[in-house]
């Protein structure tokens, strides 16, 4: 049995939710997410219930669910550090361009769902969908990763580096 799967996800006002065949779609403020679905749905007034005969794809689809409702009403966002002597980042159109010591600055296509802002060395993905979120910001990580001396590079913002030791000067004739 699925413990996340049992629990019914509220559906919060201004949020609506349409099921057909394999898809749901659900609507609110922050905008409109689809997803396949391989569980049964049933709706009720103010809840929906997830029912399905396979526990892992029971709590699976239970879980997408309530990250779409979440996503349609708050949102979801995601914060990055540049951490390095001229690195720099800032946003042109639809495109994140990021300056971080090639020779050429790194640019990145923003999907239209998705929106960035920069803010000194701070990067702030956000949006609706979670996975989208996680996946962009990934995305910018992987650009330039921290490197394991001085630490500079893209780091999410609570992410912990752990720094190893350079070398180490050995005294001759001791």
């Given at each position: ?49 997830v029912k399905s ?108 580096i752990k720094l ?11």
């Amino acid at each position: 049995m699925s413990r996340i799967g049992k629990k019914p996800i509220e559906i919060p006002q201004g949020v609506e939710i349409k099921f057909d065949k394999n898809f749901i779609v659900v609507k609110g403020p922050k905008g409109e997410l689809k997803q396949e679905i391989k569980a049964e749905v049933q709706i009720d007034k103010d809840k929906i219930l997830v029912k399905s005969d396979n526990s892992a794809v029971w709590g699976l689809s239970r879980s997408l669910i309530a990250n779409m409702v979440e996503g349609v009403v708050n949102g979801f966002s995601k914060q990055l550090k540049i951490v390095g002597i001229g690195y720099s980042a800032q946003v042109k159109e639809n495109k994140l361009i990021m300056k971080l010591g090639f020779s050429h600055p790194v640019e990145i296509e923003i999907p239209k769902d998705i929106e960035i802002r920069v803010e000194k060395n701070i990067i702030t993905i956000s949006g609706a969908d979670k996975q989208l979120v996680g996946q962009i910001a990934a995305k910018i990580r992987d650009t330039k990763k921290p490197e394991p001396y001085k630490g500079k590079g893209i780091r999410y913002m609570r992410e912990i580096i752990k720094l190893k030791p350079g070398k180490k000067a050995i005294g001759v004739g001791a």
